[in-house]
C-alpha cells in the first residue's frame, strides 16, 4: 500500500513540476535545466514504485527516450524545437509508458497548434514585428498532465 502512495505522491509531483516549466516558458521563453534533471532523475523512484523490471520496463523507457532526444535535438538543430522542450520530452519519456507516450506526442501536437493559432493571432492584432516565440513547454506540459490525469484519477480511497 506504501508503495501505491509512493506511485501516486511522483505522479503529482510530476504534474507540479510540468505546471512549473508551462509558467517559466509562458514567463521567459526558457524551461529551467534544473527541472529537467530533476524530472529525469527522480524518474527511477517513480520505476521502483511501480514495481516495473530493468527487462524489458525500464529497458525501454530508456530507449525510447534516447530516442525521443536523438528526434527532437534534429529538430532542435533545424530550429524547430528549443532546447528546453527537447530535454523537458526527454524527461517525460523516462515517466511515460512507450504507447502512451506517442498519445502525448499527439495531444502535443495538438495543444502545440492551437496555441500556434492563439499566439499568432495576438502577435498579428497587436502588429508586433519581431519573430513570433511559442511557448512550446505550455503544449508539452498540457499533454504531459493529460496522460497522467487518468492515472491520478484512480488513486484508491484511503481506509
Known sequence: MMMTYIHY??????AIALLFAAASDIRSRTIHNWLNAGIALAAPAFWWASGLSL???????????ALAFALFAGLFALRMMGGGDVKLLTALALWIEPGTFLQLLIIMALAGGALTIVMGGYHFLRREKERLAIPYGVAI????????FPKLASVPAIA
Do not use: R
Open 55 to 65: 527487462w524489458p520496463d525500464v529497458a525501454m523507457q530508456l530507449g525510447i527516450a
Open 141 to 148: 506540459a498540457f499533454a504531459g498532465i493529460w496522460v497522467i
Open 9 to 14: 505522491g511522483l505522479l503529482i509531483a510530476l
